[in-house]
């Protein structure tokens, strides 16, 4: 049975498989995030959310007001505190997003074979033969025999509530479609999706800029998550916003990638985002079924030799309505797993499902397994390929601190950073151990006031596969004195041991700054 991307013991012993998955404290590298909305924002749930595994929370602005999101956020600060667990705080933007506009809300029926009319005059009703739409310039996008998808918001493709038209002629302003299959559009808000057509819309709309001008800056959000991402200039506008938005300059930017459009620009997307999103459902429908798997597996594998996050969405669709995923999505987080990836979003899931809590402990628990036969030593040997000579100084000694880990057999290896860059680095070679990074914060000061940086840096590693954050007293500075250094390590290392990370007779991987010097050190714990 043998594999390039897994690890399995020759010959591999049935029996071992069906052991019960093992309960820790760190369920998985792998992150998992989680978007908070009707059926999960009470304290109650996101307590649970965070107990599970979720690291990042993800709040949609494509529906909801800013109040709503406020409050969910409240609560979400709360369980936070009661749950001693840290959580960064993801702003999804609507961007350039096609919607099908139901006032009333009633359900729409729709039969195969029957035609019905696309309209930008919103002050329509939506009925079965006329469906108002929020873009005047479908008519002039689409021509005769083009497809378009209708569906639920976070739409499942299940073919009950969600609709495929054809487009027979264009009238004017209007487009007449001929209905594919029958279908009962339920809800107050669809989306529109028209295969491999550009829309003419800004990806940051004036929606997106006020929700991150009042919202964002108010909550000092950790990452922006750029739907309909289709050029790197969209990226660079999204940032030139950001950095005139308060504290915002330090927040990172995640080009979702949800067309053909983006995916032609992929390589110049990456170099300027801090991490990638493929949303996978917007894409699914854009490309041939039979490439999707292909674009995941490159764009992971890119995204992991650029040291950026790759973020995979929609794997459990089916745990929206079911306590188990289906074989197939077992079988897809796993493989996102052994493709790379660093985290696993969730929407619809824990959005509006049934079950946010249990969806979010299986994909967790199906990520821990993955990660047990996933290929470190190929991989690392892959990425030091692509990284080629000479290295860089830190590039260097990441590498070094993860081979040097990996030969000892340490439990963890420990990382001293104020930018928390050097901890991405070593993350960056998917180390087998969990990566604590000990945040060291900085004093800084506008002429005004003092502040200390470290919290926000913090935050962003709980995106990053086998990160595990940690602010230390900000009277460490990061490269000092060993006197000091070892009073911070000793809180990391009680900290490891209070999360049963490391045990008595345990190799630690400690990496950290003495004075110029980088050091990479091991540390073999006594009694």
């Not at 002039?140 to 209708?150: C, L």
């Not at 027979?168 to 028209?194: M, P, W, Y």
């Not at 260097?396 to 930018?419: E, H, L, N, P």
Request: with cysteine.
């Amino acid at each position: 049975m043998h594999s390039t991307h897994l690890l399995l013991e020759e010959p591999i012993r049935m029996v071992s498989i069906l052991e019960p998955s093992k309960p820790s404290f760190f369920p998985a590298m792998t992150k998992i995030v989680g978007t908070l909305g009707p059926k999960s924002r009470s304290v109650e749930v996101i307590s649970a959310c965070l107990k599970a595994g979720m690291s990042v929370a993800r709040f949609d602005f494509s529906w909801g007001d800013v109040d709503y999101h406020q409050e969910t956020l409240e609560n979400l600060k709360t369980a936070i505190k009661s749950t001693q667990k840290l959580c960064a705080i993801m702003l999804d933007t609507v961007g350039p997003e096609l919607q099908v506009i139901n006032k009333s809300e009633k359900a729409i029926s729709l039969e195969a074979d029957a035609y019905v009319i696309l309209t930008p005059d919103q002050e329509q009703e939506a009925s079965s033969q006329l469906l108002p739409i929020n873009f005047s310039g479908l008519s002039k996008a689409v021509k005769q025999g083009d497809t378009i998808f209708v569906g639920q918001y976070l739409f499942t493709g299940s073919e009950t509530t969600s609709v495929w038209l054809e487009v027979s002629e264009v009238k004017g302003a209007d487009v007449v479609c001929i209905i594919k299959n029958t279908a009962t559009l339920a809800g107050s808000l669809f989306t529109l999706h028209v295969s491999q057509i550009h829309i003419d819309l800004p990806t940051l709309s004036e929606a997106d800029k006020t929700a991150i001008s009042t919202w964002g800056v108010r909550n000092k959000i950790d990452f922006l998550s750029l739907s309909y991402t289709r050029h790197a200039e969209d990226v660079r506008q999204a940032r030139e916003f950001l950095s005139k938005s308060g504290d915002l300059y330090q927040t990172q930017i995640f080009a979702k990638i949800e067309s053909v459009e983006g995916l032609t620009h992929f390589d110049e997307i990456l170099q300027v985002a801090d991490g990638i999103i493929l949303s996978r459902g917007n894409l699914g429908i854009d490309l041939p079924p039979e490439k999707v798997f292909l674009f995941q597996k490159a764009a992971v594998y890119k995204c992991n030799m650029a040291g950026k996050p790759a973020v995979i969405t929609r794997v459990v669709d089916s745990m929206t309505d079911n306590l188990r995923p289906t074989r197939a999505e077992a079988t897809d987080v796993a493989n996102a797993i052994l493709d790379g990836s660093d985290a696993i979003l969730l929407g619809a899931e824990t959005l509006r499902g049934l079950y946010p809590v249990e969806t979010i402990s299986t994909v967790g628990r199906i990520c821990y397994e993955a990660e047990k036969v996933f290929n470190q030593d190929l991989y690392f040997k892959k990425t030091v390929k692509y990284v080629g000579e000479p290295m860089t100084h830190l590039e260097s000694i990441a590498s070094s601190a993860v081979r040097a880990a990996i030969k000892v057999k340490a439990s963890v290896i420990i990382c001293f950073t104020s930018s928390g860059r050097a901890a991405r680095l070593i993350a960056k070679y998917r180390p087998t151990m969990p990566v604590l990074s000990v945040v060291i914060p900085r004093l800084k000061t506008n002429q005004l006031r003092w502040s200390f940086s470290g919290a926000f840096e913090a935050r962003q590693s709980l995106i990053v596969r086998g990160l595990f954050p940690m602010l230390a007293d900000p009277r460490h500075p990061a490269e000092s004195t060993s006197s000091s250094n070892e009073s911070v390590l000793k809180v990391a290392l009680d900290h490891g041991k209070a999360s049963g990370l490391i045990k008595t007779h345990d190799r630690v991987v400690v990496c950290q700054k003495v004075g110029d010097a980088s050091v990479v050190k091991i540390i073999e714990l006594e009694d």
